[in-house]
């Protein structure tokens, strides 16, 4: 979590004007680890005591102004200890903090937007609560970004690599949609699985629930309901529809890999993603389809299969493997 998204959030949480989303994503970040657990408690703390300060103050300025030109004048001003920097410090970063407050309560204003990233390593799975209640579980090798004004003018994201999305139902005309290279995703609510890597053949998109429109930059389109996909052929550009089945949709999420006629090439991608490794493919094969279903086998078990398959070698040095016929 970004600094400024991270402070916005804690600020509405200490308000309540926090919804349900963002006080999970509060909580989370506290739970994440110690060190956010302590600076969150200094700053609850400061914010309690900062409730007990009369900001309503009408400082006799001019009468103080006088003193200390007298002061000055009658060299009566007296060095700062060296030991007093630290408490000078912490002052005025607490004066700091209440000016940050009391500007808010004066005007009530958020801080400006930005947008918010979210990033994965090869192998890591990450889950993301967004601001209107959606849930996204972001897979391996993969960044969702979202839209600065997310939940204010429209629930826009943009992904690249793959997620499954459960997005929640708003109000008639909010669509949320996912921006990848060269498609979108439309949707009112529903559950659904979106593979856009920039490196792959194609950009996928399944429905496990609901209905979604799925459009490609050059005007193709197909609503899909639940157990109905499409794949966006990026050479060709090709949007192509298909049935599927149901139960396999997103279910990377618990370590299983479907793979239902997809591109070879793309199959070994989405090995390199979820175990961290380089396959170099130096057989002809890149274009062919391949089905199958890894149930959490480990990477041995898999390559030994899909070499079985197509009467390959597999030629491994630590996370370097090479296919060869």
């Known amino acids: 979590m970004k600094p400024e998204q991270k402070n916005f959030l804690i600020h509405k949480y200490l308000t309540k004007q926090s919804n349900s989303a963002e006080n999970e994503q509060v909580e989370s970040w506290v ?11 200094t700053i609850e ?26 002061q000055i004048g009658g060299k009566t001003v007296r060095p700062i200890k060296k030991s007093n920097f630290r408490w000078i410090g912490v002052a005025a970063a607490v004066v700091i903090l209440l000016g940050g407050i009391w500007l808010v309560k004066q005007f009530g204003e958020d801080p400006v937007r930005s947008p918010q990233q979210y990033a994965t390593h090869a192998g890591e799975i990450k889950k993301i609560v967004l601001a209107d209640g959606s849930k996204v579980t972001l897979n391996g090798s993969s960044q969702l970004t979202i ?20 997005v929640t139902k708003q109000k008639e005309g909010q669509n949320f949609r996912i ?28 429905v496990a629930e609901g209905r979604v429109e799925y459009s490609a930059i050059n005007k193709q389109s197909a609503v899909l309901k639940a157990g109905q996909g499409a794949v966006y052929h990026k050479q060709d550009k090709k949007l192509v529809a298909q049935n599927l089945s149901h139960e396999n949709i997103g279910n990377w999420q618990k370590g299983i890999l479907a793979f239902e006629k997809e591109p070879f090439d793309d199959v ?44 390959l070698k597999v030629e491994q040095k630590g996370k370097e493997i090479t296919l060869k016929k």
């Open 31 to 41: 739970k994440g680890s110690k060190e956010a657990e302590r600076e969150f408690n």
């Open 179 to 206: 921006k990848t290279a060269e498609t979108e995703v439309k949707v009112l609510g529903t559950q659904f699985n979106v593979q856009a890597y920039n490196n792959f053949q194609t950009t996928t998109v399944n």
């Open 147 to 166: 839209d600065a004004d997310f939940d204010v003018n429209n629930r826009l994201v943009t992904l690249e690599g793959e997620a499954f999305f459960e």
């Open 268 to 311: 070994l991608k989405t090995l390199e993603n979820k175990f961290g490794v380089t396959i170099q493919n130096q057989t002809a094969i890149s274009t062919v389809s391949y089905s199958a279903i890894f149930d959490n086998e480990d990477l041995n078990d898999i390559l030994e299969t899909i070499a079985f398959s197509f009467e």
């Open 45 to 70: 703390t400061i914010w309690d005591q900062s409730q007990q300060v009369d900001f309503d103050l009408d400082p006799a300025t001019d009468t103080e102004w006088a003193k200390l030109k007298q």
